[in-house]
Nanobody, 117 residues
Framework: QVQLVESGGDLVQPGGSLRLSCAASGSIFRIYIMGWYRQAPGKQRELVASITGGGSTNYADSVKGRFTISRDNAKNTVYLQMNSLKPEDTAVYYC???????????WGQGTQVTVSV
């Protein structure tokens, strides 16, 4: 089992940037597929980006070219660099860790990102 703690959410103006962090503990971090998901009010939780232990990445079409997921296995941490933020990026962002793609995995408590003037 792995425990996850997200941080870095904030209020930011459109066009701004934020970096989210997710610190993991309790297991062998490097073997986990790490993902960032988000859930806006009234909407389903959706995958934003994921990264395998080997560094292969996957992004939702809505964030391609603006967001970058990365991981530091030595620090047991995964990051989400978000640039050119838009109001529609407003959501609670959750970190997820799973051993296989078909698993539900473990979730963090979420961090709020608000993009507004």
């Amino acid at each position: 089992q792995v425990q996850l703690v997200e941080s870095g959410g904030d209020l930011v103006q459109p066009g701004g940037s934020l970096r989210l962090s997710c610190a993991a503990s309790g297991s062998i971090f490097r073997i986990y597929i790490m993902g960032w998901y988000r859930q806006a009010p009234g909407k389903q939780r959706e995958l934003v980006a994921s990264i395998t232990g080997g560094g292969s990445t996957n992004y939702a079409d809505s964030v391609k070219g603006r967001f970058t997921i990365s991981r530091d296995n030595a620090k047991n941490t995964v990051y989400l660099q978000m640039n050119s933020l838009k109001p529609e990026d407003t959501a609670v962002y959750y970190c997820n860790a799973k051993l296989r793609p078909e698993y539900l995995g473990s979730w963090g408590q979420g961090t709020q990102v608000t993009v507004s003037v």
